[in-house]
């Protein structure tokens, strides 16, 4: 419980708030979208029985958290309800597919290419809430 309290703690702190956009909207939008490639990644990493996958989990969870709380000024400023949960597909099927090439690509470059695409998103999403 103190995580996601940590989290949400995180909208209020001025260095956070102004990496922030500024509408609700947005903001739902980065939530689901980092709740998405966090759950993907540790989906990875659970299947893969890598000690990351809980950490990763976890994060998800709080953008969740995150998104709840902002979730009904965005519906106010005319967010379709669904749209959040295809915004937070869309972060899911993005790490997916990077992970894919990272793991099938025949092409070491752009197997690279991907694993740096992914380590970038992963990061810009961690670095919201650490």
Not at 84 to 101: F, K, N, Y
Not at 114 to 123: D, H, K
Request: net charge negative; aromatic share 6%.
């Amino acid at each position: 419980m103190i995580p996601i309290l940590g989290a949400v703690a995180m909208l209020f702190l001025p260095v956070s708030a102004s990496s922030l956009p500024v509408r609700a909207y947005e903001r739902a939008e980065l939530f689901a979208t980092c709740s998405g490639r966090l759950d993907a990644l540790a989906t990875r990493q659970r299947a893969l029985s890598e000690a990351e996958a809980h950490d990763n989990a976890r994060l998800s969870d709080e953008f969740q958290v995150l998104l709840d709380t902002v979730l009904p000024k965005a519906l106010s400023e005319g967010v379709p309800e669904t749209l959040p949960r295809r915004w937070r597909s869309q972060g899911w099927v993005e790490i997916a597919a990077l992970l894919a090439d990272v793991d099938h690509s025949f092409d070491p470059r752009r197997a690279e290419l991907a694993r740096e695409a992914m380590l970038q998103r992963i990061s810009s999403c961690r670095a919201v809430l650490l």
